[in-house]
């Protein structure tokens, strides 16, 4: 808000709220499978290359999706739009920013914090099913 020089409104809190969920929800699911991956036998740093990797595309969808449908409402300056406005550019810039945080950032912490000696998670049956 501060880069697009939109002053700070009720709708634009709601969204920071919202949007800081979809975060954390976010890193949440991309700290589990790297735990995963390294159960499955992985070494830290190639569990956060592949965590990171795989969950590319589903991070960029959510993000694209969003995006696109918000970008007309953020870059308007038409008759209402003041309303609209600080609501979608939250949730754009957010957006974008989650996917580099969420992406590049969060493995890298990861490979820097991670011990051999960490508590995993038990291992999830793959073929639970199949019987």
Known sequence: ???????????????????FGVSVQTGVIMIEFINQ???????????AVEGAVLRLRPIMMTMLVATLGLLPAALSHAIGSDSQRPFAI??????LANLVIGDFLLPTLYVWLARDDDKLPEPEAEDSFAH
């Open 37 to 47: 991956l390294r159960v499955r036998g992985y070494t830290i740093a190639d569990a």
């Open 1 to 19: 808000m501060f880069i697009t020089h939109t002053d700070f409104s009720v709708s634009s809190t709601v969204e920071f709220v919202a949007l």
């Open 90 to 95: 939250v949730i754009v810039g957010g957006l």
